[in-house]
Each structure stands twice: as C-alpha cells, then as structure tokens.
C-alpha cells in the first residue's frame, strides 16, 4: 500500500508541477478563464475588496472619543461573554444531535445486521442504512443550497477574512444557520466529513455578528453597540470566535488563541490576545462543563475537555520499561513526516484537481445537480463501509484483560472495548474493519490511538486507501464539511500500520499508540501545512506535553516534505477562489521593486470642496472604493495646512488659474460645471465612456498634457461609501453660503448603515441639487499612512500587512500623490509579473 | 497572619498612591534627582537610545540582496542550533553545579545537626551552614561587581531590550558569565532566589551574540555572519534565546515562545515565532535529555521536563469521588486572586521602597558596600533558616502507606517523602518547618504541592512571613536573582494554609494540591503580572491542561487587583531606570493629541551633498542620532526625485540663491564654506554655544527669518553611525570631480563596526581634508516611514510600536520635514505632559 501511495503521489505531484499541456477544447478553456493547466494559471479576482483594519480617524471619530474609553471597556467584556455562550451553545447542540442521530442509526442498523446475519437479510440492512444516510445528507445538502458559502469547512473563509479581504456572506446569521445546521447532518448522515472546521466558521460567525447585532435576513432584529461600527471592531471579535470555536472543538485554548493569531493578526495586541484567550479558555471549560453534565450526568467536574479529544496516552503502570517515546523513535517519526508530506501532497493535488472539475462541470450547471453529488458520494460512502464491515474485516483477538491489573486502565478500556463491532465474528474476537468502518469518527480515532488489541496490516492498508479516496472526494462536496478528523482517520491508520510493523516484524518495544497519534500528525500536516497552531492543537488534544517534541518534528518535515510540491489544502480552495490574500512576507527578491513599480497611477480625485454634481458622476462612473483629497496651488495649501476653513473653494481656484477671462461669469458660479467636473477627476482613462448625467459635462479634448498631469498636492482620502453616506444625508452648501452652514454627521450617523453601506444608483438624483457643494475635509481620513515612491517593495508589504490597510497612497517628495497600493497591488503574483518586467526593463 | 498581611497592604499601597509630602533633606533631593515621592516622579532618562528593528534599506543593500535569502535561511537554522545548544549546556551546567553544591551542604550541615542534637553542639552546625553560604555568596557578589548589570533577574533588561531601548552591557559576553556562574553560587548560598530569571536572560545573551560572535572583552575571538550585523537580526535572535530559556526553565516551551511574544516582538511574525517554537521546544527536550541521563542515568528517557517542575497532579486510583478541582473551588480560587493580587502589592511597594532607598543610599557609595550587604542579607537569612528549623517546627505523622496501594502513587511519594527532615521528631513523624526550610526550594515547592501528610497551620503562616520578607529584601541585592522561585513558595505556603482551614476545618472534600498551586499562582501572578504567558508556563509546567481554566482566572484576578495599586516588579524596576518603555498601546484620550503636538521641531539637517567641514562639525556639536537629508529648491528636488546623479550639489544652489552676485566665485568654490556650513544647520538652537572648529564658520547673525524658517523638502534619513561611517573610511569626493567618483561602500564595510560604531570624537581630523563633498544619498534611508503633522498620536504610536522605529519624521503636505518623533516622544509621561499643556491651550 505504501510503496504503491508514494508512487501514485511521485506521479501525481509531478503532473502538478511540470506544465504539461493538456488537450483541451477552446470552450473548455473560455469557461474556465484560463490557457494553462498549471499552478499560478489562476489570478487573484479583482472583484474582491479589502476590509479596512486601519481606523479612519476623521473629525465625527474624534468627537466620540470622549468616554469611549469605558464605554468600549464594558461592552467588550459583555460581547466576550455573550460570544463564550453562544459558541458554547453551537457546541453543545452540534454534539449532542450527532451524537444522538449517530447512535440511533448505528443501533439500528447494527441490530438489523445482527439478526440478518442469520436471516441472510443484509441487503435490508444496507437499505436501512442509505436511507438514513441519504435523507441527512439531502437536508445537509439543501441547506447549502439555500447559503452556497456554508459548504466546506470554512477555514479558508475565516483565513481570507482575518486576512482582510471581504467575501461577501461569510459572516452572515444566515450562513451561521445554515452551517450549523448543515454540518449537524452531515456528519450524522455519515459522510467523512468532521465538524470541526465548520465549528470554527460558526464561532467567527458568532463573533462578527454580535457586535452590530443584526440580520439581513431578520431586519427587525437589531442591537445596538454603536463603537464597534467597524471592520477593526468586528475583526477583534471575529478573531476571538474562531479561537472560541477551535477551543471548543478541540479542547484546546492555547491552539485556539495561536491558530486565530497564526492566519489572522498580523499585529500582536496584548489586549487582544489575552481576551481571545480568555474567550477560548473559558469556551473549552463552558463546554466541557455542559458535556460533562449531559453526557455523564456529573454536573461540576470538567471530563470531556473537548468535541475531539485523543483520550489519555499512558503506559500500563508497573510496566518500567514502557516509554511513550524515545529518542531512538524520532528517526522514525522523520520518516512519517516525510511520508505524511507526500501523501497530504496527493492528497491535496487531487482534491485541487477535483475542484478544478467541479468549477467547470457542476458549478456552471443546475443547483439541484450538486444535490445529487452530494447524494452520490453518500451513496456511495455508506455502500463502502457498509460492504467493508460485512466482507473485508479479519477476526482479531481481544486484548485479554490480564495485563490489566490496575482499575485506571480498565476503566479506560472498557470506553475502547464498549465500541467494538463483533459482526460475524465468535466471543472474544471482533470485527477489526467493521470496528473501524462502523462507528462514529471519534471513536474509530480512539481505536486506532489506545485498542490494545490489534488490527490486520490488510485492514489497516485498506482502511487508509478507501478513507483517503473518499475524504478526497467528499472535501468540496457541497455540504459543510471539515477536514481535521477525516485526515486523522487516515494518518492514524497509517502509523498504526508503521507501528504493527515495528512491533511484529522487527519485534521493536514501542507503544503503538504514539506511533498512531504521530501519523496522524503527519497526515493532517501534510493536507493542511499549519505549523504553530497545529503543533499546539495536537499537544493539547493529548494533553501530554512530553509529545511536544515528536509532534513538532513530525508537523515540520511534513509541511517541508508537502510544500515542496503544492499548497496546504486550503491556501490551494482560497486560491481557487482567486481570493488576493496577503502572505506573511515577501521574498527578499522583490527588494527590487519600489512604490512607483507596483502602484496604480491612475486614480481619480477629489476636491475638498466638491459640487454635487460631480461627486456623482464620479462615483458614478468609476468603481474606486477611495477618493484621494487633492489641491493644486501652493497658496491654497499653505492656508489648507493651517487648518483655516477655507473661504474659496477649489472650483474657484480651478477656473482662476485655467480660464482667467471667465472670471466674471466665475462669480455669478452659472457656467462653471462643465470646467470643474473634469478637474475633479482629472486622470480620467476608465474604459467605460464617459456618460452624460448632465447635459454641461461633455468630455473636453482641450486639456493640454500639463493639465492632466499638475501637481496634486495630497490632503487626505475618501472612502466611497462616506461619500455616498454624505450625499444621501444632504450634506452640502450653497455657494453663497460658507462651508460652516454645512449639516455635521455624528459618528453614529457614519456608520449606521456599516456593514452595507448603500449604493450610488440607489440614490434618487432628484432630490439633489447639483451645484450645492460638499465639503469633504471633516469626513475624509486627513492623516492615512502614505509611502513615498521609492520605498521597497518589503517596507511596502509590512506597512500594508500589519496595519490592515485597504488603500496605501504614495505620495512623493513634495507632496504630491502619484499612485495608489492596494491589496491587489501585492499579491504575489502581481508582484512576479512586475518582477519580470523589471528584468525584461533593465 | 492573613488579616495583618491584608492590613498591612492596604497600608502600604495607601501610602504608596497618596502623594504625602515626605520631610526630606533638599540634598537627598538633589542626589535622587527628584522633588517629590509618588510614583511619577521618576521620569524617563534621555541618554537611553533605541535600537533600530526597522531596516535601512539603502544602496549597499540593495546590492547585497541577491543570494541573500539561501544563505540567511541556512544561516539562520545553523545559529539556532547553536543557540539551542549553548542554552542547553548553561541549562544543564547551572542545574548540576547548584544540585552538587547544595546536596554537599545539606547533607554536611544535616549530619552535623543530627550528630550535634545529642551533643547539643548546635551552634556548629550553623557555623558551618554560614560558612558554606557566606562563601557562595561572597563569590556571586564579586561576580556582580565585576559587571553590575548581572544582578537581578535579568527580565527587566530583557524586556526593555525587547521593547527597543538600548541598555549598555546588558547583551555582553562578560554579563553572561557573570550571571551564569553568579546564580549557581547565590542559589547555591542559600539565598531565597530563584535560577529562572537569570536563566532568560542567559539564553537572551546567546541568542544576542552569537549571529556576530565577537566578544569585546576577548578581541581575538570573532566569527563572520556579516548578514546579521542589525539591531533587527539581533532582536529575532534574542527572542528565540529569551525562549528557549523560558523553556529550559521551566519545560515550558509554548510558554516560552508566548512571553518573547508578550514582553518583546510587536510584529506577529509567522516564521520567526515559528523558529522561537522550534527553539524553545528542542532547548526543553535536548535539555530534558541530558538530564535525565545525568541525573537517573537514563539516556534516551525524557523525565525531567524542566529545571523547574510540578511533579504530576493526580488523585490516587480508585478514589471516584476525588477531582482536583470542581467548579465549586472556582469561587475560592476567585478570593485567593484577590489575596495574592494583594500581597503581590504590598511585595512590590515594601521592594519599590527599598530599591529606592539602595539608589539613594548604598548605590552612591563605595562598590564593596553592596557585597556587604549581599553577605548581610546572606547571615540573616542563614540564621533565620537554622534557627526556625531548629525550634519553630512541629512533628507530624507521616500519611500512612496503607491509602496508596497502588505502585505509581507509590512511586511518586517515595520521592517526595525522601525528602522530608526528621530533626528532633521521632520515627513516622517529620519536622514540618525543617522540611520546607531545610531543602532546596525545588523541593519544598513539591513538599507543599504533593505532600499527603499535612503542615502545621502555625508553620505554614510562620513560613509564609519569614519568606515573604527575606525574598522581598534578597531582590535588589548585588547578585543575579530570580523571582518565579521564592514567589512560588510563598503562594503555594498560603494555598496550603487555605486547603488546609478549608479541609480541616470546614470538612470540604478538596484537592490540597491544587489549592497550592493556585496559591502559588496567585502570588506570582500579583508580584510580576504577567498574564498569557505565565497562565501557559503555569500549565505547561504542571502537564495538566485541566488546570488552565483555574490558573487563568487567578492570575486575572490577582493581576486586576495588583493594578489597582501598583505595577507589576519588573515594570517597577524598569521604571526605577528611567528606561524609556513604550506599552501596548496609548489611552483613547491620547488621540486628541497629534504629531504635530508631540514632535520635536528643533533639527540639525544635511544635505545631499555636504562638505566634511560642515559634517564635522554637526556631529561635534550635536546630540542627534539622525539627520534628515533635505534640499531647499523645487527645480532641484525634481532632479532629485528623478533619480539622477547631481551634477550640481546644494552647496552651489544655496549660493545662487542667498547671494546671487557671488555666483562667479561659487564656481571656483572657495569663499563658499561660511555660508554653506549654516544652511547644512540651519534651525540651530541648541544651548551648546557653536564651536570654532574651522575659522571660517562663526556663527553669522545676518539670516533673515526667511531663511532660517525657509521650506525644507524631506528626502532621506542617515545615521549618525553611518556619516562617522563614511568620514572614517575615506567616502567623499573633491569639488571639481563628479559624485560618481566617490568611493563606494559595500553593505559588509558599513556594518563592520556594530553595534560599537566609531565616536565621532575618535576621528583624527587631520586625516580629513575639510573641503571635500560627501555624497550621502547612496547611504541614507531614502524611503522611512513618515508621518503627516496631522497624524493622531495612536496612530503613530502603533507605527512606531509596531514596526520598531527609532526615528519618525514628521513630513507635511507638500513635503516639508517639519519635526521628528523618537521613543522619548512617545513614553507616557511625556504624552502626559503634552496632554495637560493640549487642556491648558484650549
């Protein structure tokens, strides 16, 4: 089986890497968007935005900051707990309705085995067993009809989300239910799914919702904490939600806390962390409480530490020479790690291959067609282990309970001994693949980790291949779905196949529980590449820190093993997606790039004081998310720097300096608006045509190149939904008014409509009038982090990674904006792209 | 005991917030440089630097960045075995010696006291005992004054380091040796301290030399990585050493990672943490290794996780009604948070005030002063030990065998009753006080953790006391201390004391263990209030992940209740210093303030190109780490931001414009140097009267304001270090030749000298010819982060936090240098300061 793996994978990671080119139709190829068959053939969309990280500190901000501070205090505290319960609850509910719907079905089915087995009625069986586990799926799969972006685990979208990109729906009650729900019966419909990563999803779910609590859906729902109006708020709590969620699934707070730090914040918050960790600590315990009380009826002790938990790694007492580990083991825990790399590098090939399949010939389709691929492979699924059970399994001896002489390990075994499955098998033996195929997850983990008794190498062998296979296809399917416990399925049963091998043919002194712990670690490594947190996940499942080091080592040569072929499984969906994330660092290479290489020089303006009227065909017409406040004489910019509200506008200045003669006429403000609309957004080369919203605004041929190129002195940024939120309120003045008559918006009124805020062609122009004026300078972000041109391309991607930035201007020596970064700006592959520019250029 | 010590805090934490008026000679006054005796009034020091963890991305560099990224990664994985390696070994050396001496002395002094108990000869046994500790310490103390930055625990240094403040000595080879042998001998000498702290900063010294192996003591011995010659390298270095001594210490490696996270790094830096993982976890195992082969002789076993450890945690076998801890115990832990929160308080003030008092009255005396007072501290506590060994004690039974039938609990009370004392008690009955007194504090920590058999509630209170104010008074003397180890004890003395009234008399079914270990969390959590990282090396340490809930809320309690009065002990130290810290993060009240309010606008500049002469004498007659480079026309800035090489420097420029007429002559270049000299310094206003360094150049009164005011666009940073740099090595070119022409410096040649660069003051300037031109545009940092003068202050706070800057310049709308923000302008009270002058103004 092994030598057999390796090759399959040797083959299959080659055809990933090298660019073969494939036979492919030309239509093939316009559905995908693509030419090639190869790793980078898929750019980032343009079509997502950032979130914005950074606070917009703007004159409404600092009105509000008065008693913010005790305020926020308070209601962080009140959200934290509410976030604790509310995952707690999702906890409980999942647990307890799969645990539920999972002994019903087996109890049944396995009585139904029981006596047919004599009856020679198994087909009924098997009958009993499709339904159940076809109806479940079918409800799992129809749930994530109604909310696509429940389907999966959701660890990508939680990752893209920390990372700052906004994926529309990802933080919505409705995908929140629909997850939930969805994994619920999907797990109890027996699909080799797990339901942690979908609890993860639904933790960061919880947290982003709470603080504006409110519903799309439900619009009457609503909640008010006004301070946290903000992509950087809700990031906090989105945050503590998903270490909540990876506390609760795996009992592992600390894991939680690192894996919300390791793929989300790039900056390290004491404050923060330490209320994540007390979010997660206090999850894990909530839990652990609840499930000790339901499941155990021993309300007040803390059992089940968490949804997933690998039991207690201990040798028999009185056995001196038992070790768990020794150093002598760690050569071979090397070997796993390489092995497990190469597999979850398949593995991971496969699935990317599969999806890749499934974006060109189901997605474009009918929806109710992802229905029946879900309902396939559950058809399938339960025929494989229902067909496994019943004819591949071997007949093994149970462990006799003489070695046992200690109560601690009896009771410990008798949780082991309870779930073997005996089908067609005599007294004192069971049924090693039925003991396997036919439980729950978590107890075939528990199996593989601490059943003393042992398992065939054929079976073990058997095991892995037909798991893998369809965990392969399973992951994808459209039903929320995780990865962790299928690919700790999968990498047990191999280390419990190294260790059967140790033990029997080499006649070595190991315990084969850690053999099997360690190759789950390299399985799971080898899929998902996570370092830290996994690392510190594993350790606290355990709870055994003398696994620390093996369990490390282990994670470190798989992820060194795998990366040399492709991506952990979800880098590749988050790519697939075309999702523009943001890795850690760039590589010391693109030092060679500066600002002005990667930057959009295009942009187009705004002037502190604007007419209506060309606010709106700017927004209008361009698809920008942020405005750059510009001017263009010095003079004006001496009073704007000293803070003077302006008496003139920039409309004046613009027809004084270009068309002196129309001075007159200036002052009466009548034919102005065709002359200042285009100075508002000078750098005008969109390819959509310039439309007519008002008859007096005809694009004008007549600007030299000095007037499309002046120097813009920068002031401040925009964003377009505070323009359009000032718009909608009226906020202008006339003319013949100064700038003071202006309506001033609070902070609350800011940000009433965050997260959506509403779109300029809902606006109805009629109630505007377009040649009031808006004076921008309150509203605008006066102070943004900005970059001169000749700044590297590393100091470039820090300043934009950790600060959470949305738009980055560079502005040069004198003052002047020349360009725009943003997230798309330093992605990697536009940063090659502009590489090998450069090379071709020099 | 309780109520006083309860009593006692209040007291002495009132006294320690009021701001009474002292009586207080005004030459006690002038020595402590302060006017009055609350908490502020110690400001910080100007003459502490930053170091630079932003890099200068300059030419040099540039040129070095091909190839550089293989050879660091091997670089960088070559160091970190070395780091592991070296920690390891201090790791292992410090524990051998300090196990061999004290068993030499305990079994030395105890045999004489069993001998002497008949022959009443007591009096030698404590000639003996003071004999062997006064020794041990006068050694540690000799060390101390060899290099006085060895004393203490070395946290407060390394968390300044960390933070960015340059401490002199405080990373040397010499402090290393100091601290490492130091702490045998003072751990050795009996003196309440613990070996954790020491150990940090041990590892910290490793990490921070070896990348640029070279010793200043030992010249010869060097050891070439030129790629590490940054503050920025060192600092990542630092960390994994400052880790990897955490997890030495205390077998803690998560913990480890987690408080080089906490106390330094700002910037979550996925690969770095994951190298401070990797480190920290192969320093506990490879240490773990050695010394469970030295100690049991078991090579290849890993039994002894960390110098310091819990021993394990578990109710014995078959008892179903023992848990070590319920959700009912909760509540107590909650109070024993308060207490310890409490007295970690009234620790911190009684230490504060005796620090104090050592900087007032022992520090400015005579060296051999403190080595007396080390010895002082020594006797007394040698006394105190003997002496409440000797007569203090109670007999008590021993916990009868017959409860623990089974072999591992067995096992474990073997180790813990071998190291009970007998004094005076007859057979099956111990000396309770002896037997915490009289033992290495490892294993009194063990005696209160997992002894059956129980303490006296007279001789707990009794210890608790003597310990609290023996360790309170050790902390501060001359020689290396730590502080986790006493802290510990006397917590876990407390806790027991509360299981004990709660077991004995309240007749609750409780866990004495846990109500220990709590205790001692407690209390170390209100004396050093650190939070995520104790919790986790308080888990890591006891295995147990069970405890994590438990442990956290404690210290969250303790911590919230020791803020309420004070800091925590290291803060207090550093803040002793007068070091510089940045925190987290500023006050939201904080932003009413901008960059503007906060700068400091007084700056010396440079130009492009600058004449040595006028180099010279900046550097002799200013301060300033850094000089921006700036020019003064926009005809010439355009030249300028186009990259070109200037055909013409400023020098010329000045002249064409101040004085028009002499323009024939500025082509000869001769009668230039007045003028130019002051344009290079123009906004001169420092107290320090301009020297005549060259005839030429005294200072002229016939600028007009214009030209003292005059605009200043902002194109470049350079170092100080870098100009000596240049000066030294020759890099200028003459005045008919082109800039092309000047020597250029490769990036191994402008780091050579780090992190000792050449004083200016060491230059021969003879050597120098003053009219040659320095063209410092290839050198300088041409693209630092800036800040516009309306940026708020949290805003550049977190840019300066985070991205570990020394220098901001502060650069208006059109480009203009306007003022720079360094750490001084950033610190808390300066901020302060600023905010009440903000409320006076308005």
Known sequence: GWIMACCGSCLCCQCCCCTEGETRTPEELTILGETREDEDEILPRKDYESLDYDRCINEPYVEVLEGLDKKVKYQIILLLLYVLFISTAIGVFVDFFVRLFTQLKFRLVGQSVEECSENGCLALSLVELLAFNMAFVFIASILVLIEPVAAGSGIPEIKSYLNGVKIPGIVRLRTFLCKAVGVLFAVAGGLFVGKEGPMIHSGAIVGAGLPQFQSITFKKIRFQFPYFRSDRDKRDFVSAGAAAGVAAAFGAPIGGTLFSLEEGSSFWNQALTWKVLFCSMSATFTLNFFRSGINYNKWGSFQLPGLLNFGEFKCPDGDKNCHLWTAVDLAFFVLMGVVGGLLGAMFNCINKRLAKYRMRNVHPKAKFIRVLESLLVCMVTSVVVFMASMTLGECRDLASPTANNTTAIVSANEDVNSSIRQFFCSNKTYNDMATLFFNPQEIAIHQLFHQDATFSPVTLSLFFVLYFLLSCWTYGVSVPSGLFVPSLLCGASLGRLVANVLKMNLGMHIYSGTFALIGAAAFLGGVVRMTISLTVILIESTNEITYGLPIMITLMVAKWTGDFFNKGIYDIHIHLRGVPLLEWETEVEMDKLTASDIMEPNLTYVYPHTRIQSLVSILRTTVYHAFPVVTENREYEKEFMKGNILVSNNIKFKVQ???????????????????????????????????????????????????????????????????????????????????????????????????????????????????????????????????????HVSQVFNLFRTMGLRHLPVVNAVGEIVGIITRHNLTHEFLMAKLRQHYITI
């Open 657 to 791: 300096t270009s068309t002196p003669d129309q001075q007159i006429t200036f002052l009466h403000c009548q034919p102005l608006n065709r002359t200042q609309s285009f100075s508002s957004c000078c750098f005008w080369d969109r390819h959509v045509p310039y439309p007519n919203l008002y008859p007096d605004q005809s694009p004008s041929e007549e600007w030299s190149m000095e007037e499309r190129f002046r120097p813009l002195t920068f002031h401040g940024l925009i964003l377009r939904s505070q323009l359009v939120n000032l718009l909608i309120r009226g906020v202008c003045y006339a003319e013949n008014q100064s700038s003071a008559s202006q309506p001033r918006l609070s902070y609350a009124e800011m940000t009433e409509d965050y997260p959506r805020f509403p779109d300029i062609h809902d606006l109805d122009l009629a109630l505007l009038n377009p040649r009031m004026i808006v004076d921008v300078t309150p509203y605008m972000n006066s102070s943004p982090y900005t970059v001169s041109p000749n700044t």
